[in-house]
């Protein structure tokens, strides 16, 4: 007998949600959670590769894949069964042990990011924790070591606009000020130069720099891409200072924008590379890719660690879905349909501008109704975010099919009408 047949109560939450309404849920939701996320829009109880459904039955188009996270969709036949043996086998170890799956993506990871020689990989449970090994990272670059008459690197250089995590030290190199006002002080030392001004980043850059943190794309803030250029202009500067590169692909890495990193056709190498979001195919993972013997060698024992982090379930996840993602061309795949998508949607009325590459995409709309434009999608059975108020993200499952990506850019003039209605 399956072991969750004998707790009814356990296997209806589980398995169908229970009886309760989605709005009883909520009301419970209300009364035991910490208020932090505002009211969920929906309570979900079930999915199958793009859709899911809600408490009350409802189906839904999902266009947000838990934000850059669902890379294989939910309930991967393939990532579930590679989840299950290992949890069967074994599921956590502690970092005073290793495990098999921990090394194999340890290497498949330094594989894909074509890390040079040297080049070493932490793992974390979130992009977050990923940044935050990354920060200790660039505090490690201090400059004393190297040169004991040179300034000690107390600045580390992030744009404005950038995301890069809640936690004290992500939060720092985080811009929003709504974000980083209510925690002062954060740690020192971090200063905002403006997106994609290459200029002001030269400026800034020099013997007193740590690291310069940068997201390829800008996600947070509504698919940003960085200019063509920058990244070059930014290795250039970092290496003449000495400073860190440090590349976040929390949200762009793992095949979101069509290649295994963002950064991948930038022909730079960056000193250090943050991924999360999609790694996992929806099981919680983080890692930071340090290159080169070097950098790798900034931190050493007993600098950093976690218990959790590298756990062999949520590397044996990792390494089912970048299974998937290269047995079945699902890059090739996702430029495919995210080109496609961009230009259906440059093609609607009311959408001024469009962003983004791969299943990464933002588009701006002639009004500030984003928000009513998320509203209008739920009730018509759509998933999509607003990180703006006249602007749409999608960041759907990488297995979006063409005929799905139809269904929305078909429907989406009837909820840009009803949000303006709403209005
Ligand atoms: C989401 C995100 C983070 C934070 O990841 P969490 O898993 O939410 O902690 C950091 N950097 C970027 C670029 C992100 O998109």
Partial sequence: MNQIETAPELKEIVETGG?????QWLSRYSSSLLGVFGTPQRVLVRGAGCLVWDADGKEYLDLLGGIAVNALGHAHPFVTSVISSQLATLGHVSNFFTSPTQIALAEKLLDISKAPAGSKVFFANSGTEAVEAAFKLARRNSGVS??????????IIALEG???GRTMGALALTAKEAYRAPFAPLPAGVVHIPFGDVDALRAAVDETTAAVFLEPIQGEAGVRPLPAGYLKAAREATSAAGALLILDEVQTGIGRTGKWLASGDAGIVPDAVTLAKGLGGGFPIGALITFGPETS??????QHGTTFGGNPVATAAALATLHVLENQQVLTHVREVGE????GLAAIDGVTEVRGEGLLIGFDLDADIAPAVVTAGLD?????????????????PLILSTAQADRFL??????????????
Avoid at 19 to 23: E, F, K, V
Avoid at 297 to 302: F, H, K, M, R, T
Avoid at 410 to 423: I, S, V
């Fill in 162 to 164: 950038a995301f890069h």
């Fill in 410 to 423: 078909a429907a989406l003039p009837a909820l840009l009408q009803t949000a303006k209605d709403a209005q």
């Fill in 297 to 302: 060698s900034l931190l050493s024992a007993g």
């Fill in 340 to 343: 496609h998508l961009r230009s």
């Fill in 146 to 155: 190297h040169d004991s008459e040179a300034q000690p690197r107390t600045k």
């Fill in 19 to 23: 009886h309760a309404t989605g709005a």
């Fill in 380 to 396: 018509a059975g759509f998933i999509v975010n607003s990180p703006g108020p006249h602007t749409i993200r999608l960041a759907p």
